[in-house]
């Protein structure tokens, strides 16, 4: 709502400003009723722990004092979950030609199940995965006030897309809209932030840690070693990967690869590609491969299916079969974080 806050004193007295933009994101916090846009002040105040004792807030547009707010005016509870809930908190989407797309949460949450959507997939990894997803979307909303249509951890496309793509998609969609009614307002913290939805299929046995993000640890999932998408076998001639690499590999090539942490690369003779570039020229499933040399080729074997980081769908599903529920799965691949649940809180 707000992308960044100011306290003055004035008259011995605390006056908050907040600061907006007129990009169309912001464009209609203006036009709503005062009640509303007074609880959804008080509510950024609360949740972004800025340290205000006062009454008194400017809203400022652009340089230019729009509207005041006086907070003891503002009723005594807030109703979270009215306004994160699925079906009143708005997300925006930004398209490929940069327009925005405003819609729900829930059209958002359907549109990511849609795309990670297995037949094999327990309710309970599905739940989990939608709360990472909620969690994702109040992030993104709060720090952005918009999240990419095509960005790392989903790609966002209309439900409908994918009536081509799935069998049975109306029995699909129903049991996805439960899944969606049951987590309702629930999120991940890590000390007081929300985290981003690192999700991956299948792994070599374990997660990885990440020293860009603390919340992200490395835990045993050798329920992934008797995955279907644990290995993976690709051959390629000499021409054909120097062509894809536009360089010149022969069998007395070198070929080391470094996959450590932040430094994830692979040295060919004297060129130099990260490993994240390589595994997409060469649609691989994930960074942690093999390269063995053959007289007229070479042979890629890849370990997993995506980063390594985060809930392993296959690892969680493991934990569901075995009467696991989506709290115990995140609180397994998460074991840092704290699972929250917006709800009416009453104010003193």
Same mark, same amino acid.
């Given at each position: 709502?707000?992308?960044?806050?100011?306290?003055?004193?004035?008259?011995?007295?605390?006056?908050?400003?907040?600061?907006?933009?007129?990009?169309?994101?912001?464009?209609?916090?203006?036009?709503?009723?005062?009640?509303?846009?007074?609880?959804?002040?008080?509510?950024?105040?609360?949740?972004?722990?800025?340290?205000?004792?006062?009454?008194?807030?400017?809203?400022?547009?652009?340089?230019?004092?729009? %509207?005041?707010?006086? +907070? !003891?005016? /503002?009723?005594?509870?807030? #109703?979270?979950?009215?306004? =994160?809930? &699925?079906?009143?908190?708005?997300?925006?989407?930004?398209?490929?030609?940069?327009?925005?797309?405003?819609?729900?949460?829930?059209?958002?949450?359907?549109?990511?199940?849609?795309?990670?959507?297995?037949?094999?997939?327990?309710?309970?990894?599905?739940?989990?995965?939608?709360?990472?997803?909620?969690?994702?979307?109040?992030?993104?909303?709060?720090?952005?006030?918009?999240?990419?249509?095509?960005?790392?951890?989903?790609?966002?496309?209309?439900?409908?897309?994918?009536?081509?793509?799935?069998?049975?998609?109306?029995?699909?969609?129903?049991?996805?809209?439960?899944?969606?009614?049951?987590?309702?307002?629930?999120?991940?913290?890590?000390?007081?932030?929300?985290?981003?939805?690192?999700?991956?299929?299948?792994?070599?046995?374990?997660?990885?840690?990440?020293? %860009?993000?603390?919340? +992200? !640890?490395? /835990?045993?999932?050798?329920? #992934?070693?008797?995955?279907? =998408?644990? &290995?993976?076998?690709?051959?390629?001639?000499?021409?054909?990967?120097?062509?894809?690499?536009?360089?010149?590999?022969?069998?007395?090539?070198?070929?080391?690869?470094?996959?450590?942490?932040?430094?994830?690369?692979?040295?060919?003779?004297?060129?130099?590609?990260?490993?994240?570039?390589?595994?997409?020229?060469?649609?691989?499933?994930?960074?942690?491969?093999?390269?063995?040399?053959?007289?007229?080729?070479?042979?890629?074997?890849?370990?997993?299916?995506?980063?390594?980081?985060?809930?392993?769908?296959?690892?969680?599903?493991?934990?569901?079969?075995?009467?696991?529920?989506?709290?115990?799965?995140?609180?397994?691949?998460?074991?840092?974080?704290?699972?929250?649940?917006?709800?009416?809180?009453?104010?003193?």
């Amino acid at each position: 709502m707000f992308y960044r806050y100011e306290i003055r004193n004035q008259n011995e007295e605390e006056v908050l400003y907040l600061y907006l933009t007129m990009k169309y994101e912001f464009s209609k916090e203006l036009i709503q009723k005062d009640d509303d846009l007074g609880r959804r002040t008080s509510n950024f105040i609360q949740n972004n722990h800025i340290p205000f004792r006062g009454k008194k807030v400017f809203l400022v547009v652009d340089d230019m004092i729009v %509207k005041s707010i006086d +907070l !003891s005016q /503002v009723p005594l509870f807030i #109703d979270y979950h009215n306004y =994160y809930s &699925i079906d009143s908190f708005l997300v925006n989407i930004e398209l490929d030609d940069q327009s925005i797309s405003e819609i729900t949460l829930r059209d958002y949450l359907l549109s990511v199940l849609l795309s990670k959507y297995m037949d094999n997939i327990h309710e309970e990894v599905l739940k989990a995965i939608c709360i990472l997803y909620n969690t994702y979307a109040y992030k993104m909303m709060m720090e952005e006030g918009k999240i990419l249509s095509t960005n790392s951890f989903a790609i966002y496309k209309p439900a409908t897309y994918y009536k081509s793509t799935l069998e049975n998609y109306d029995v699909i969609v129903n049991k996805l809209q439960h899944i969606i009614e049951d987590v309702d307002c629930i999120f991940l913290r890590y000390q007081n932030d929300y985290i981003l939805p690192f999700i991956h299929f299948s792994n070599i046995g374990k997660t990885f840690s990440n020293k %860009k993000y603390p919340y +992200l !640890s490395s /835990v045993k999932s050798l329920w #992934d070693l008797t995955s279907p =998408y644990y &290995i993976e076998i690709n051959d390629f001639s000499y021409e054909d990967m120097g062509k894809k690499l536009n360089i010149l590999v022969t069998n007395d090539s070198i070929i080391s690869i470094y996959n450590q942490d932040m430094n994830k690369k692979i040295m060919i003779d004297q060129h130099i590609f990260q490993l994240e570039e390589f595994k997409n020229i060469f649609q691989l499933k994930s960074t942690s491969f093999y390269i063995i040399f053959y007289q007229n080729f070479l042979r890629i074997i890849t370990q997993g299916w995506g980063n390594g980081l985060g809930l392993s769908i296959f690892g969680a599903n493991e934990i569901a079969n075995n009467g696991g529920n989506y709290y115990q799965i995140l609180k397994y691949y998460f074991p840092k974080t704290k699972i929250y649940l917006y709800a009416k809180k009453e104010t003193s």
